[in-house]
C-alpha cells in the first residue's frame, strides 16, 4: 500500500470545491469524502451502497456516489464513498480513472497511460 498527497478539484452540478493535501491510499479502492463535501458541490447520489471494510476489523454501509475529480493536469469522473464521520482519501478508482500512478520512491503522481487514452482499440 502506498499513501502519497495530492491537491485536486472536487467538482459537481452545484460546483466546485479545493481541497488540499489529500492522502491518496492505493489500498482503498474507493475515494472517500466527507458529505458535507458531496452535498456543496452536488455530486450525483448513485442508487447503491458499498459495503465497506475498514482498516480496524470493522465494516459499514456507504452511500455512492459519481462526482469529478481533477487532480495533476487530468479531469474524469469517479466514484466517491462517505459515511458519518468520514475523512478525504483519494482511493485506486480515482487513480484508474486518471491514469495516474503513486511512484513508490518519491511518493509524487505520475502518468500510467497517456492523457485522454482509455484502451488500446484496433478494429
Known sequence: MSIAFTSALVKGEKGQRDMQRIPIDTGAFFTILPSEVLFEVGAYPEDLKARLELERGDSLEARVYSVV???QGREDVTLAVTFEGAQPVLGAKFLEDLGL???????LLEPSRPHGFAFNYEP
Do not use: F
Open 69 to 71: 475529480v481533477a487532480a
Open 101 to 107: 500512478n503513486v511512484d513508490s520512491e518519491s511518493g
